[in-house]
């Protein structure tokens, strides 16, 4: 069975000349290359934004760490305790000042 493309919206985009030149240059269908372009730049912005999420998360997620993973998942509700293993991970510390350590680390107290 063929998958089928979601549908297409018409968007009029305006530009300067000199970026329609250059997309012309390299590529023939304009509209596949600024859809590949923005999926490109909504890909890095996703990135960023889970990095700024990691140099600063939530406060709950820092409650969670200070609490700690095997503690958060022994108070899972039941059926949920094969969500995750405690040991598979490495054990980090959260520091607002260096973001997140790994336990054991000189400069790293639990």
Do not use: C, K, Y
Not at 61 to 88: C, F, K, M, R, Y
Request: charged share 25%; proline share 9%; hydrophobic share 40%.
């Amino acid at each position: 069975m063929a998958r089928s493309s979601p549908p297409a919206e018409r968007v009029t985009v305006t530009m300067s000349s000199e970026l329609v030149a250059g997309i012309d240059r390299i590529e023939g269908n304009r509209s596949r290359f600024v859809a590949e372009a923005v999926r490109h730049e909504l890909q890095r912005r996703q990135r960023l934004g889970l990095l700024r999420s990691l140099e600063a998360p939530h406060p709950d997620s820092v409650a969670t760490a200070a609490l700690g993973l095997a503690d958060w998942a022994e108070a899972l509700p039941e059926g949920d305790s094969d969500l995750l293993d405690p040991s598979a991970g490495v054990p980090l510390h959260w520091r607002p000042e260096s973001g997140w350590q790994v336990a054991g680390s000189p400069d790293v107290q639990p």
